[in-house]
């Protein structure tokens, strides 16, 4: 923890050289807070390695860290705590942002400005969560759970979104006469639909051994699934509503809900005997992989994409307006600030669950152990959660494609391509 904090001390030292050169500038001021998002996530990913674990549990007792069954114990309520420091942050700043009128007004300030106050108000906040008593993580596990499904319930409209927009694209190039770019489609479906068979392949092979029938079932439903919604994409009544339709989407949204079932089969309790990986720990750290992958992809698509027609969770072009409007005091907010600062926090608590693989703080059980003792532990919920999203992605995804078909007096036109230009 001293090396984290010495390095966020430096950040905070240098930051307000860097951010007072241009602190209204709206792409700027999201990249900053992605920066600190991504730095506080690697200092949790830190406490979880090996070491630190170790170094965790022999030098636990200047903080308060009453943890039972060993280093994993330490380094899961030490991910918690840096993730914590990063959900009150965000949820400070809610707070200050709420009812912004102007750019130029006190919320405008707190969102865009004030860079060295927030950067040390930040690695305050983080430090100090490392003297929280470990009982208080049973609640934040649980509040974390809820703030992660609500993530990924707003993540599986926005995946469907960018799968949409991704094929409109790139399509659209090559309607325009480049050819390669029907290439590049073709290869990224091959790309996806080869993770999700491998994902599926090795679903088979290490959850579902004999006895296990309730795993196969959930391999089999989002196997299925994909098939249905693959084949719905290139039928010809859909594509002929969307001619953008085809492999492409179904693929993107296959692997999603692929990986999700992995993620969910991972978390299965051990005592039910169907993981045949080497350890539990194993299996987890594949789902993370793909959650982080997942979460730093929202992450980003949110911050670096340009303004669109319509402003994104995590915020559209301000310089625009600022150009049209040079009066900051009337230039009202191009997206919510306090809304930006809502989806970080949870952002923030899916983090803190990813990195752990889910595991769930409790209260201690072990023999001789103190009332404020916790332990990690696992419970059915987190596998239920990924499994309902994982059919939805499937369900809503197959639905955008019917709908336009179902309904033929409704306009389904309303989404622009300039959404995924800067990625695609």
């Not at 030292?13 to 920066?35: I, Q």
């Amino acid at each position: 923890m001293g090396a984290v904090a010495s390095v966020c001390g430096a950040i905070c030292c240098c930051a307000n050289c860097f951010c007072t050169t241009n602190v209204m500038a709206s792409k700027g001021v999201r990249l900053m807070y992605a920066l600190i998002f991504l730095i506080t996530s690697i200092a949790a990913w830190v406490t979880k390695s090996g070491n630190i674990e170790d170094r965790l549990e022999d030098s636990s007792e200047p903080f308060d860290i009453d943890c039972t069954g060993g280093a994993d114990c330490f380094s899961t309520i030490a991910v918690h705590r840096v993730m914590l420091g990063l959900v009150f942050f965000h949820a400070g700043l809610m707070v200050l942002t709420l009812g912004a009128k102007s750019r130029a007004g006190f919320q405008g300030v707190v969102h865009n400005g004030l860079w060295a106050v927030k950067l040390c108000t930040w690695v305050t906040v983080v430090v100090c969560c490392w003297f929280v008593n470990a009982r208080r993580f049973i609640a934040f596990f649980w509040a974390a759970f809820v703030g992660s499904t609500i993530f990924l319930f707003v993540n599986l409209v926005l995946l469907i979104d960018f799968a949409h927009s991704w094929a409109e694209v790139w399509r659209g190039r090559f309607v325009s006469g480049r050819s390669s770019w029907i290439v590049g489609m073709g290869v990224a479906s091959l790309l996806m639909y080869t993770g999700i068979i491998a994902l599926v392949a090795l679903e088979y092979v290490y959850f579902a051994p004999s006895g296990c029938g309730l795993n196969v079932a959930f391999i089999t439903i989002n196997l299925l699934l994909v098939l249905f919604s693959t084949m719905l994409s290139l039928s010809k009544t859909v594509q002929d509503k969307n001619p953008n339709s085809g492999i492409l989407q179904p693929g993107v949204v296959g692997l999603f809900s692929t990986q999700l079932v992995w993620s969910a089969l991972a978390n299965v309790p051990e005592s039910e005997g169907c993981n045949e990986f080497d350890t539990i720990e194993r299996s987890q750290n594949v789902s993370m992989f793909f959650a982080v992958f997942l979460l730093f992809l929202a992450i980003s698509w949110g911050v670096l994409r340009s303004g669109s027609n319509r402003a994104s969770l995590l915020g559209q072009d301000e310089e625009k307006t600022s150009q049209a409007e040079p009066n900051l005091a009337a230039t009202p907010p191009a997206y919510s600030y306090a809304l930006f600062h809502a989806v970080f926090a949870i952002a923030a608590m899916y983090g803190a669950l990813a990195i752990t693989g889910w595991d769930r703080i409790q209260d201690s059980k072990q023999p001789g152990s103190s009332p404020d003792d916790v332990e990690i532990g696992t419970t059915w919920a987190p596998v239920w959660v990924k499994l309902v999203v994982s059919w939805l992605s499937q369900l809503l995804f197959a639905w955008t494609l019917a709908a336009p078909c179902l309904l033929p007096d409704r306009d389904f036109s309303g989404n622009s391509p300039s959404r995924a230009n800067d990625w695609v």
